[in-house]
């Protein structure tokens, strides 16, 4: 057995010392460490908080969404109900209710259908002077959450046709919020904002393409199967134009406005039902039938050309007129594009309340309460001619 000394022990408490403490090496290595981690939580956090709130949004307006069509199916299951209780030539109750009843005599059809529209803004309003009672907006009433105030005033107290009636369930506690403390609830997304409610946004579906001058001064371009502008409340991608090429059966196209005249009161499109030979098109645009179902054949030769049918544009066609009956000319005030496919919009402006993209849907001067886009504000410009950059945000109930 060794002996231990004093020099080795005190050789080993002198070693301990020295590792007791960190070299200023391994202190500077711990703190960049510490200021990564630090920096990439700070900056992860958010997207992932952001992220949780798009989602809730998206289940707030998708809930709702199923509220509000299950409502709008109930009200035209009530309509065709009233027709037949009438019968085919007495008024309905939703004829003799409206400011349309003394025409019904004359022109039982268009009546109704003028009749309908009125039944559906009463049911289904947006602003407070909309109801069949209209409401008095109290002195903290901010416009900006009118919409969404109706929005929730109708689900929650209105009409129920023959819908199951609502629950608590329905909508939670922080779906809903007075935001502008005047009493009445509105339903808001998971940032605290009140959603937006159109209830015709049929500009954001253009027949007749984009607006011309300025927004302030904005004037309807008549139905043409021209362009088509779709925004948030459409199904599908721009019909292509007409141009020379191999177009196959079953190819769909809308003609130069310039070389087409319109079908009143619906646009029209043109389909390929056939080809012969070859099948390439002619270089100069044929004279395009305004008939439905009519065909024109598109050639540059006896033995290959293209066959073109006229066809109905189903967005052209309103399902509450869809006989095209209700004109601009009928109603005095801006209740929607006459002809022209609609679906309500529920639309979020997620996290940022101020850049919404539309015009707000109070603001009729400039046909907010149809949707309108807006412009972006100076010094901003966008090639599109709209605040896309804003619209892109949105989250809304037709990108479910």
Known sequence: MSRRTSFTRSNRRGHARR??????????VVIGLIAFL?????????????????????????KVNEMLNDRI???RRWVQKQDQLAGPNNPPSYVTNSQYASSFATNPVQTRALAVKSAFRTYFPQAFSEFSTPITAPSAHKAVTESSECLYQFLTNGPLFD????SAADLKAIETADTDGDGLPEIVDAWGHPIRFYRWPTRLVRPGGPPTGTVSNFE???LSPASILLGAAAPRGNVPTWQTGFPTVGTTIRPNPAHVTQAIPFSLLYRCVAVTGAGQTGATEPVWPTTVGATISDSNSPTSGVTWQALLDPLSVDPDDPLGLVTAGLISEPLE???TWNTALIVSSANDADTLGLFEPYDTPNFGNLAQPRVPPPPGTDPTGYWSDALIKHITNHQQ
């Open 19 to 28: 590792r007791a403490g960190f070299s200023l090496i391994e202190i500077l």
């Open 163 to 166: 819908t199951e009636p609502p």
């Open 73 to 75: 199916n109930g009200f």
């Open 337 to 339: 594009t006459p002809n």
């Open 220 to 222: 309807e371009v008549p």
């Open 38 to 62: 630090t920096a990439a939580i700070v900056a992860v956090i958010p997207r992932v908080g952001n992220a949780s709130k798009v989602a809730a949004t998206k289940a707030t307006i998708k």
